[in-house]
Each structure stands twice: as C-alpha cells, then as structure tokens.
C-alpha cells in the first residue's frame, strides 16, 4: 500500500524548476557551493578578456586573400599567407607541373588509413593493399616508370615527407621493435644485454641527437664513394629510434600474457618460432595496439624534428615563406596552419585509439 | 652417493644428443654467432670511420677540449668569453641545460597538477577548458610550439618602450621578460640558510610526531607548524641581516631595460614551449592517479572520520602517486631530451654549443658522443633517482 502511494507521489510531483532543465544543469555544473560559483565567475571573466579580441583579430580584422603589402596595412590575422603559398608548404621544392603526383599518393595514403579504420577490414587482403599502396605511393613520388618523369628524393618536401617519414618510420620499426621486444625477454644472455643496452641507449639519448648523428657521423662510416640521400639517412635515424619505443610497448604486451599460455604452447612441442608466431604474438600484438597508435603519433610529431638537419617537411617549408620579405612578420598565422594540420591529424588518431582502447578492452 | 644414482641416469643421454640438438649448447653457438655478427658490423664501421677520417684529415681524440674556443656565447651561468677553451664552453651548455630542465620541471609539475585537478572538477566550464588544453597542446608538436613563442616574441611583443606589463615591476618585451628583484644582500644569505635549518628541523618534527602518535594515538599538526617555523625563520635571518627592502626595479633608459632580472626571450620562449607542452601530458598521468583510487576508499576515510585534508593526505595521495610517479618521471626525462631542442631557436643549450664545436672542428663523432652521454647521463641519474622516489612509497605489501 505504502509501496503505491510512493510511486504516485514521485508521478504526479514535478521535481523543482531549479533542479531540471538548464537552469538545473547551471546550479548543478557551474554554480554549485561558493566555491564553483567563484570558479566559475574568474573563469567567464577570463575568458571574456581573451575571447573577443581574438576573434576580432582573426575574423574581423583579418585579410583571406591579398598581397602581404596590403596584410601591413591592418592589425588583424593575415591569413593570405597560407593561399598565396598553399602549394609551396604543402609540397615544397616538388616540381610545380607534377604536385599532382604527390596529392594522389597522400589521398591514397589517406583513403588506405580510413579504410583501415574498421576491424572488419584487418584480414590479409588488407595486407596486401598496404603493400601494394606504399609501392603505388613510392611509385608516384619517385616516378621515373610510365612515363612519369624522374624526381630525385632531394626535391621531396612538405607535407608528404613528414607523412612519408612517419608512416614508413613506424612500418619499418614495427618489426625491429618486436625482435628487440624479444630479445630483451630471451635467455640467452647476450641476446638480453645487447636488447636491453641497445633500448636504454636510444630511449636516454634526444632524437636529435641521433638526427645528428644520420646527418654529420653516418657519412664516416660508409665506404668511400657510398652516399646515401640525407632523407634516407633521417629515415634510417627515426626508424632506428622508433624501435626502441616499440620494442617497450610490445614488451608490455608480451609480460600481459599469463605464463600459462607459454608453458601451454611448450606442451604441445612448439618451438621458439611457432609458439611465438602462433600463441603469444598474436595476443600480445592484439594489447599493445592502442599503445601502438600513441607511437604512431608520437612518431608523427617526432618527424617535425627534421627541420634541425634541414630536410624540407611541412615546418620548414613554412619556415622559409617566412623569411620572404613580404611575408616577414607572419609567423603566428603560418604556425597556426600547420599547427591546425598537426592537431586535425593527431586528434583523429588518438580518438582512435580511445575507440580501439574501449572496443579490445573485452577481449582477451 | 647422490652422484651415484644420478650419474648411470644422465651420461647416456648426453652421449645420444647430438650437439644441435641440446638447447644448452645450441643457445651457446647462437650467441657466439650474434657476438660475432655485432663484432664484424663494429669492426666493418670502425674501419670505415678510420679510413675516411684519414683521408678527410680530420683529427681524432679529445685534444680540442682544451684548444680556445673562440665563439661566443649569449647566456651563461659561469664567467665565460670567447678566449676561454672548448671544455669551459661546454660546461657553460650543460649548466643551461640544467638551468631549463630544471626550472621547467617545477614548473610543469605545478602547473600539470593544476590541471590535472582541473580536469577532475565538477564545474563543467573548469573541466571543458582543462580537456581543451590537454588536447591541443598533446597534439601539436614542441618544436612548432617553441617555434611559435620565439615568434611571438620577436614578431608580436613590441619594443621596451611599449611594453606590457601585466603585474607591477614585470614587463614583457621582445627583448625578454624583465621583473624586479630584490638587492643582492648578506641577509639573504642568512634566508638561505634559515630555510635549509628549518627543513632539516620540520624533518625531525615530523619523525617525532609519527612517532608519538604510533605510541599515544594523538595526532599533532605537522603542516601548519612547519609552515610557522618556515616563515617565522626566514623573517628572523631577515630582520638579523638589517631587513633589506632594496629592490632592484627595471627601468626604461634609452633602448632597454636597465636593472631588474633580465630573461632572455629564447630562455622564456624555450621554457614556455616545453612547460605547457609537458604539462598537458603530466595533467593526464594526474587525472589517471586521482580517478584510479576508488570511490569505496574515499568513502570508507570519511565514515572512519578523517577530516578533508587528512582524507587527501593519508588515503587519496598515497594510492594516487603510486600511478603517477612512473607516467611523471618518463615525461620528466622527455622533457629533459627536448630540452635539446633550444639548438632551433638559438638558446645555447648543450646540444646547441656541441653544435658549434662540430662545426668549427670537425670532430662530429666525439661530438655527437658526448652529447649522447650527457643525455644518457642526465636520463639514468634521473630515473634512479625517480625509481628509489618510486620505491620508497611503493605499496608495502605484507
């Protein structure tokens, strides 16, 4: 009886307008306790200070698309920068006539990582596509095969580079990464000490440290008359780097594998090879892919670094639009740019990331 | 007569096996095999080095530490001119390298436990902004960010004669940051001493008060009365040096600041780049500890009656550091390693004064190898560090 009455109540009683709807969404978010409320208030005041002058210098004040004599003449953001010389921090010394070249292979690139979104997708055929895709990629950039005019790797610049020194930085280090991996849990002990002092080596050293090193100490040690392209060379150096950072992640993965599953894979008179082919790489790789995904971000970030040695990717070349006369003094509108071009790529990535985090988190 | 009854039992086993077949012995010929691999992969590039240093007549060894150095440098901590020799200029590099890692460190601590904390609040324009934050400045590379601040520096601060001056006695500038500092004092020296006598005395205060309250149950209130002695004790070594009140304040005469504490802009715009980019990855690694102690824990601390502050201090920091201090101490180290990254925007940091010294000498492998062991230096000694920190508030499980 009690029972009913209670459920009638809570039918016919509205709770109060205060605690529903927006005015019930602020009292409970921004305004709850003295506390909040002062929060609150500091942070709108702050807010308010910043916000509008920089929408009016962005949007208001701003020229999209003008000459940089005319960018001198106001106080607003001069975006023009970025249209007038588009095609410049894109792709760099790229010669002007082919820069289709390399926009096909980076919407190749692209379409390949969106179709690679979906798991339903990561069977072997895809395996083959990537193949297939990087050659086409390699193809496209370097040319030189039907009737597509040579273009030397020293003229690769811009965008594409840095996507070029990251994905293939990270593809190449992956398999480096799982035998270091390896290696470090072996027991044999040389096998253990040259892993473990190669991975600490180059986790305490800074990349630029080995960017230096591909660019003023690799040439001392090839034979005399061998010269490898200074784009190689970084490739050599970030992959190399990379590894030692995989090689950490994919470790996680394998010390996540209960004993078990080792001994179990023993016992059925596996060897070495095919217990690790066959029972614990695959689940350890399943694991570490989330982790793995930060890597490639990382490395994609990483890649900027090359501007020290002086390759051309996406910072450089803006770098030298801005020491163009007319363009001086435009640096924040052209970092802004390529900032936005990093955030866009990088947020993509680590969404998801979360997502597989959240999807995997069943399995196993 | 153990060896008895084992021995009949193994020798004819090991008779049979043929030696590929052992594991032992096999794993033995793998690695000499790798030894070997390495060793004739060492010696191929060794020969090579040796052949083309030869040839480039390029000299070898760490003779040209003690040659002059003959450049000079922007910022130094130490007595330093262009006369003095390559090893003093490198000491002046690995001082400034200290000088920011260690000074963005602090800061970066501070200012990614603030946001870390931030991100946690239940007040939704507090949280929103925090997770903007992390986000943008996780996703944009530290070099464009260093790249922007010294932009922002030179091309958008005006000159000293406008400069903004957001607190009294500090101005910004495109000729750096400039703030008022007190007058170097005999008193000072006393403050610094005063403070070091008061930790060493909080120390023993707080052992006496663990104790006495392992043995009578009652609780005395460590914090507030270290935070007394602290303040009391500084102002007494303040009052006995003569209570100096002498700032040096910053003044504009004819084209820059005179007085007052200068930074450069490449320091700031170094240090600005490499906090707010750390911070945000150290606010994550925070939100992480705090939100993996459970709510059951927090609860129970409130129904056995601890006050807020004990809450915080004897139950949620313990748990939450343990999370923590691992993710702290790689970015703490990252930190350190971009650090590196001054060589871009002209701070003369280690990586940047060995730099120089390649260039001028020549000598790129011992150039490139000391930088590689100062940093291996500086990582190692850090994490040891971190990992005895880690040791010590590690769970003690029984």
Not at chain 1, 321 to 345: K, N, R, T
Not at chain 2, 16 to 28: E, G, M, Q
Request: aromatic share 12%.
């Amino acid at each position: 009886m009690q029972d009913i009455d209670q459920h009638n109540l809570a039918d016919e009683i509205k709770p109060p307008v205060t605690q529903v709807g927006i005015i019930g969404w602020i009292r409970t978010n921004l305004f709850k306790g003295w506390f909040n409320s002062i929060l609150t208030l500091i942070t709108v005041y702050i807010l308010w200070v910043i916000i509008p002058p920089l929408i009016r210098w962005a949007f208001i004040d701003s020229l999209w698309f003008s000459t940089g004599e005319e960018c001198k003449q106001i106080d607003g953001a001069c975006w023009s920068i970025i249209p007038t010389n588009l095609r410049f921090i894109l792709f760099g010394f790229y010669p002007y006539d082919q820069q289709w070249r390399p926009l096909v292979a980076m919407a190749l690139l692209i379409a390949l990582l969106f179709y690679s979104r979906n798991r339903d997708h990561w069977k072997k055929p895809l395996a083959y596509a990537w193949i297939l895709g990087l050659s086409l990629m390699g193809l496209l950039m370097k040319g030189g095969l039907f009737g597509l005019s040579s273009v030397d790797s020293s003229q690769w610049g811009g965008l594409p580079l840095t996507l070029l020194l990251s994905i293939f930085g990270l593809t190449a280090a992956y398999p480096l990464g799982i035998l270091l991996a390896l290696g470090r849990r072996s027991k044999m002990a040389t096998v253990k000490a040259l892993s473990i002092i190669y991975i600490e080596l180059i986790r305490g050293v800074p990349l630029i440290s080995l960017l230096f090193m591909s660019s003023v100490v690799f040439p001392l040690f090839l034979p005399e008359g061998v010269n490898i392209n200074n784009i190689i060379r970084a490739q050599v150096a970030i992959i190399l780097f990379t590894a030692a950072y995989i090689a950490e992640v994919v470790r996680g993965g394998l010390q996540a594998i209960p004993r078990g599953q080792y001994e179990a894979a023993e016992s059925l008179g596996l060897n070495y090879y095919l217990s690790m082919r066959l029972i614990v790489l695959p689940q350890a790789l399943k694991i570490v892919i989330p982790p793995s995904v930060q890597q490639l971000i990382s490395a994609f970030k990483d890649t900027s670094l090359v501007v020290i040695i002086a390759l051309f990717d996406v910072l450089k070349t803006t770098q030298t639009i801005l020491s163009d006369p007319q363009w001086m003094g435009f640096s924040a509108e052209a970092y802004i740019f390529v900032a936005l071009i990093y955030f866009l790529c990088c947020f993509f990535m680590s969404n998801y990331s979360r997502r597989l985090e959240r999807e995997l988190e069943t399995g196993l | 007569m153990t060896k008895e009854s084992t021995g009949p039992k193994k020798t004819p086993q090991t008779d049979k096996i043929a030696f590929w077949y052992d594991p032992k012995k096999r794993s033995i010929l793998y690695q000499l095999g790798i030894l070997a691999m390495v060793g004739l992969l060492g010696y191929y590039l060794i020969s090579n080095t040796l052949a083309n240093l030869e040839r480039q007549n390029i000299a070898t060894g760490f003779g040209f530490l003690e040659k002059e150095s003959s450049f000079e440098i922007g910022e130094s901590l130490i007595p330093y001119s262009a006369a003095d020799k390559y090893a003093r200029a490198l000491m002046v590099g690995v001082l400034n390298t200290l000088l920011v890692s260690f000074i963005g460190v602090v800061l970066t601590v501070i200012l990614g436990t603030f946001i870390g904390i931030a991100r946690l609040s239940t007040n939704w324009i507090v949280n929103r902004l925090a997770a903007v934050y992390i986000e943008v400045f996780q996703d944009i590379p530290v070099l464009l960010q260093l790249f922007f601040w010294y932009a922002f520096f030179y091309e958008i601060l005006p000159g000293p004669r406008q400069a903004l001056s957001p607190l009294t006695g500090v101005f910004l500038s495109n000729r750096g940051l400039v703030f008022a500092v007190p007058v170097v004092h005999a008193a000072h020296m006393y403050m610094a001493v005063a403070f070091l006598a008061g930790c060493i005395g909080i120390y023993f205060l707080r052992r006496w008060a663990r104790q006495r309250q392992a043995k009578t149950g009652m609780a005395f209130p460590v914090f507030r009365v270290s935070v007394v002695i602290l303040i009391l004790l500084q102002l007494l070594a303040w009052m006995a040096g003569g209570a100096p009140t002498e700032m040096s304040v910053p003044e504009l005469k004819a084209f820059n600041f005179q007085g007052g504490l200068n930074v450069s802009p490449e320091f700031t715009a170094l240090l600005l780049g490499l906090v707010l980019y750390t911070a945000a990855f150290v606010a994550e690694a925070v939100r992480a500890g705090i939100q993996s102690v459970s709510k059951g824990q927090r609860e129970a601390a409130m129904s056995i009656g601890l006050k807020p502050n004990q809450l915080l201090q004897l139950v949620i920091l313990p748990q939450a550091l343990r999370v923590i201090i691992p993710p702290l101490t790689s970015q703490m180290l990252s930190l350190t390693k971009n650090s590196s990254l001054a060589v871009a925007i002209g701070y003369p940091d280690f990586v940047s004064v060995a730099g120089t010294a390649i260039n001028q000498t020549g000598q790129a492998i011992e150039g490139v190898a000391m930088i590689m062991i100062v940093y291996l230096f500086f990582s190692l000694s850090t994490s040891a560090f971190m990992n005895w920190y880690n040791k010590k508030i590690a769970l003690v499980e029984r």
